[in-house]
């Protein structure tokens, strides 16, 4: 068997490095694309060849991307002071990405690109949306993977694209979903609201396995949803990760006018230290919605894929990890 030959741009980030992981046990022969200054301990030395170029080194990029086969271009940009930043990083770079692919599309056979749940926006209580949705995005986050988006149907026709709109992703190496994992811990976790919110969620190995059936398979010019849990409350997470560390948990519910101060707050610290703080104006408008939920029954018709791991697994999986690493 010829072996193919795998780019991932973020391939140093939480999801790439998994990617990696999944990829690296096969017969391919996988290229890294990262930034100059970029951290690469979890990705040294597996086997994959690692290029420091960046996304904005045209030349650099269509060099790297020379008889490629499959293209996950996992890089983008979730934290920025605004629009603009964010447009940057997640459309024009991956138009830099897609005409790299395009340069050699002779040998390209699949050109996958994550976006995110946020592209389509919040959905009703109990009621997961479908990859049909009217999009209506909320955040600057969303609306510039919306916009990725629109620019990636462009290339149909002249490249096998899919888009892939994962929710929220924990597992090993994730820090975000630790800092949820560290409020169970302390056995009290604040929630936004006094009614119950609900999100899906997916672990990230299940994720990569989706990614790679995709690549395998014939099918193009598709958007899919990809997650384990279609539907839980926050609470069930949290009440779940508890059982977990063999704890029971309290919650804290706060009212959105305490959570649109605390945003603020954020704000006004991000512009003294220079950081984009977790909590801000913009990300409230996330956080008050009712629902984050998507169905998964495309993914499931078209590719027949399961997840591999069980959400209780996954979540001991990651706790466990974090213990190991002495990150909780």
Not at 267 to 284: M, Q, R, S
Request: hydrophobic share 45%.
């Amino acid at each position: 068997m010829t072996q193919k030959k795998v780019i991932i741009t973020g391939a140093n980030g939480f999801i790439g490095s998994h990617l990696i992981d999944a990829l690296v046990s096969g017969n391919y022969k996988v290229i890294a694309i990262v930034r100059r200054s970029s951290n690469i301990e979890c990705i040294e030395n597996k086997g994959v060849r690692i290029l420091r170029c960046g996304l904005e080194n045209m030349s650099a990029l269509k060099d790297a991307f020379k008889d490629a086969n499959w293209v996950f271009h996992c890089a983008g940009l979730v934290k920025a002071d605004n629009q603009a930043a964010f447009d940057f990083g997640n459309v024009k770079l991956t138009e830099n990405v897609l005409e790299a692919a395009l340069a050699n599309k002779k040998s390209i056979e699949k050109v996958i690109v994550l976006s995110s749940l946020a592209a389509a926006g919040p959905a009703e209580l109990d009621k997961p949306i479908n990859e049909n949705v009217s999009c209506n995005p909320v955040s600057l986050y969303g609306k510039s993977k919306l916009k990725q988006e629109w620019l990636v149907a462009g290339y149909k026709g002249q490249l096998p694209l899919i888009i892939v709109r994962p929710p929220v992703v924990f597992g090993e190496r994730d820090t975000e979903v630790l800092e949820f994992f560290k409020l169970v811990k302390m056995r009290l976790v604040p929630l936004a609201g006094f009614r119950q919110k609900q999100l899906s969620i997916v672990y990230v190995k299940n994720l990569v396995l989706a990614l790679v059936a995709m690549a395998k398979s014939t099918i193009h010019s598709e958007v899919y949803f990809v997650a384990d849990k279609e539907q839980l409350s926050w609470k069930q997470l949290a009440e779940s990760i508890a059982n977990c560390f063999d704890k029971r948990v309290g919650f804290l519910y706060l009212p959105h006018f305490f959570i649109k101060g605390l945003c603020l707050g954020g704000e006004l610290i991000g512009k003294f230290t220079n950081n984009k703080p977790a909590l801000n104006l913009n990300k409230y408008d996330e956080i008050i919605q009712n629902a984050w939920i998507c169905s998964v029954a495309k993914m499931k018709d078209d590719l027949n894929f399961e997840p591999t791991y069980s959400f209780e697994d996954a979540l001991r999986n990651t706790l466990e990890w974090y213990q190991e690493k002495k990150w909780l």
